[in-house]
């Protein structure tokens, strides 16, 4: 069973930056296609960011030109680069797969104040 750590959440003003990061044991995690995901305060999970395993990426219409994911496949964690941040994205990080294939973890808060 592969384990997910998130890091990196806190408090910043609008316009700040944050870097997330997140660990995910496991062998098969260079073959996996990996993306973070968001939860704002009582909404759904969204989609936020995506990585394959060959590096192509794919981003949320929200957060494009703001983000940006990469991956470290030697350290089996994949980050995101958060700039320009906006009170909206205020929200729980998470990674996992794409599609999800594990459990999800603790996740990270972000929160941007304005």
């Known amino acids: 069973q592969v384990q997910i750590v998130e890091s990196g959440g806190g408090l910043v003003q609008a316009g700040g930056s944050l870097r997330l990061s997140c660990s995910a044991s496991?062998?098969?995690?260079?073959?996996?296609?990996m993306a973070w995901y968001r939860q704002p305060p009582g909404k759904q999970r969204e989609f936020v960011a995506g990585?394959?395993?060959?590096?192509?990426?794919a981003y949320a219409d929200s957060v494009k030109g703001r983000f940006t994911i990469s991956r470290d496949n030697t350290k089996s964690t994949v980050y995101l680069q958060m700039n320009s941040l906006k009170p909206e994205d205020t929200a729980v990080y998470s990674c996992?797969?794409?599609?999800?294939?594990?459990?999800w973890g603790q996740g990270t808060q972000v929160t941007v104040s304005s």
């Open positions: 996992n797969a794409r599609p999800v294939l594990w459990s």
């Open positions: 496991g062998s098969t995690f260079r073959l996996n296609a």
């Open positions: 990585i394959k395993s060959v590096g192509d990426t």
